[in-house]
C-alpha cells in the first residue's frame, strides 16, 4: 500500500475528473433526449393527428368529440407549420402537398383554409402516382430519375402559386 501512496492525490484528482465528466456527459444525454422529444412533437404534427384519430373503441360521446376537436387543431397547426416549413425551405413542394393534402380532410379543417390549400392538394393530385416507401426504394436508378424530374417539372410549374397559397396557410 505504501507504493501507491505518492500517487493518491493523483488517482483521487482522477476519479473526480471523470466523476464530472460522466455528470455533464449525463446532463448533456437527458438535454438530447428532451430536445428529441420537442422535436418529435413539434414536427409531426400529422402524427399526432393520426394517433387522434385512431382513438379508442370504448370513449364515450363526450370524449370523442373533444378528440374530434383535438384533431382539427392538430390538422390546422399541422398545415400551419408545413406552410411555414415550405416557406422556410425547410420541406420540399412534393412532401409538403402530400402532407397538407391528407391534413385538410379532417372534417374540422373551413371549406376556406381547404380553398387556401388548393395549390398543394392539386400538386399532391398530380404526384399521387409516384411510389413511395418501399416502392420507391425498389425503383431502378433511371425511374428515380425520371420520377425526380417530374416532380421538379411539376414544383417549377407551381411554385408560385404554392407559395402564395403557403403564406396564406401560415396565417390561417
Known amino acids: 500500500m505504501d507504493a501507491l501512496q505518492p500517487y493518491t492525490p493523483w ?6 475528473i471523470i466523476l464530472v465528466l460522466a455528470v455533464i456527459a449525463g446532463r448533456l444525454l437527458w438535454q438530447l433526449r428532451q430536445q428529441r422529444k420537442q422535436q418529435v412533437v413539434m414536427a409531426s404534427p400529422a402524427v399526432q393527428f393520426h394517433d387522434a384519430a385512431q382513438g379508442s373503441a370504448g370513449d364515450s360521446a363526450a ?21 411555414g416549413a415550405y416557406l422556410e425551405g425547410q420541406v420540399g413542394a ?7 393534402a391528407v ?5 374540422d379543417v373551413s371549406a376556406a383554409c381547404r380553398e387556401q390549400a388548393a395549390a398543394f392538394i392539386e400538386l399532391a393530385e398530380k404526384l399521387a402516382h409516384i ?3 418501399q416502392a420507391w426504394k425498389d425503383l431502378s436508378r433511371d425511374q428515380r430519375d425520371a420520377f425526380r424530374e417530374e416532380m421538379d417539372s411539376l414544383e417549377a410549374e407551381f411554385r408560385e402559386r404554392l407559395q402564395e397559397a403557403a403564406r396564406s396557410l401560415r396565417l390561417h
Open 11 to 16: 488517482i483521487i484528482a482522477g476519479s473526480v
Open 103 to 107: 391534413l385538410q380532410q379532417h372534417r
Open 63 to 83: 370524449s370523442k368529440a373533444e378528440n374530434s376537436e383535438a384533431q382539427g387543431v392538430a390538422a390546422l397547426q399541422g398545415i400551419r407549420i408545413l406552410a
Open 94 to 100: 412534393p412532401e409538403a402537398s402530400l402532407r397538407i
Open 131 to 133: 411510389p413511395s416507401h
